[in-house]
């Protein structure tokens, strides 16, 4: 796809849910492809560098210590990270700065459901994070399609539609 024609699809399935004193929001996704291939998008160190918004120093695929790097730009900053979960096809979870990300796949008959809880402090970051998880997995769906566009991250996302759908999000998260 030419990137500068890309654009952000509908929005997807969004909740809250309470975790303790954090929140985990809750993003579902339908993607036309089977789960092996989905998870082989979440966890391959080549593949993750191509629509998610950090560089990760080794394979997510196997549980233990990873060295996390979110990027915006030329910029990066690298963290520890840890796998703490790791069941091909269908279960990941992994820390990300004090986040905790848990990726859950279900086979369908036309692919994949995949399901993403991302487990935070601030209830009031969720549209933004929504918002860029958003056009992460827009992308990674365009890279699974054999259509890449290339990462969408950090400021440049604004570029690409984030805004809107930071406040389209920020309506749907709204009790």
């Known amino acids: 796809m030419d990137r500068d024609s890309f654009r952000p699809g509908p929005l997807a399935d969004v909740s809250w849910a309470a975790a303790g004193d954090r929140w985990d929001l809750i993003l579902v996704r339908d993607l036309r492809h089977p789960p092996e291939k989905v998870w082989a998008a979440l966890t391959e160190p080549d593949r993750l560098a191509q629509w998610a918004p950090f560089l990760a120093d080794r394979d997510l695929g196997t549980p233990g210590a990873v060295t996390l790097s979110t990027v915006d730009g030329e910029r990066s900053w690298p963290a520890p990270a840890t796998v703490r979960r790791a069941e091909p096809p269908r279960l990941l979870e992994y820390t990300w700065g004090d986040g905790l990300l848990r990726w859950e ?19 009031a970051l969720g549209a933004s994070m929504a918002a860029g998880w958003h056009l992460c997995l827009d992308v990674a769906g ?6 890449p566009v290339g990462p969408i991250r950090g400021a440049e996302a604004k570029e690409f539609g984030w805004d809107d759908l930071r406040a389209a999000y920020e309506e749907r998260l709204t009790d």
Not at 105 to 123: I, N, P, V
Not at 142 to 147: A, E, P, V, Y
């Open 105 to 123: 796949l279900a086979g369908t008959a036309t692919g994949t459901r995949l399901t993403l809880r991302h487990r935070f402090d601030d209830r």
């Open 142 to 147: 365009h890279l699974l399609d054999g259509d």
